[in-house]
């Protein structure tokens, strides 16, 4: 009998495989924070994985991001938060706000199945990519 990955591992390998989408849907696209082209990237979140765990997979909410501004610059969100609407448009930046809120009054909490089903949907967007 096959035993069944943990949440944390589940949650980890959809992460990667969201990450991987992340950046090649932007890969013509600058850092999201500096609006400029760079050689290393990640996949960046405007509201924190670690304060909004229910974001962490929300396309609207992640986009490619430099090294440096995701890791090194403190004041990222600055930018992020100026080029965001023009990347998403400001009807989708405000729904965003709206679901940052909604989890914070709420909470959320993954299951196997939903993660499950992310790594898949994240591996076929890919292919068609």
Not at 29 to 52: E, M, N
Not at 96 to 115: F, I, M, S, V
Request: one cysteine or more; proline letters at 3%; hydrophobic letters at 25%.
């Amino acid at each position: 009998m096959k035993k069944s990955k943990s949440l944390p591992k589940l949650k980890k390998e959809a992460q990667i495989v969201f990450n991987e989408y992340i950046r090649k849907r932007d890969e013509n696209l600058p850092c999201i924070s500096c609006d400029q082209f760079k050689t290393s990237y990640q996949a960046g979140h405007f509201y924190p994985v670690g304060g909004y765990d229910a974001l962490r997979f929300d396309e609207m909410n992640c986009h490619k991001e430099c090294v440096r501004c995701n890791c090194f610059d403190e004041s990222h969100l600055i930018g992020y938060s100026e080029n965001l609407p023009g990347r998403i448009g400001d009807d989708e930046f405000e729904a965003l706000k709206l679901r940052a809120n909604t989890y914070k009054e709420n909470g959320y909490k993954w299951n196997r199945t939903e993660l499950k089903e992310i790594i898949e949907k994240y591996k076929d967007k890919l292919k068609c990519l």
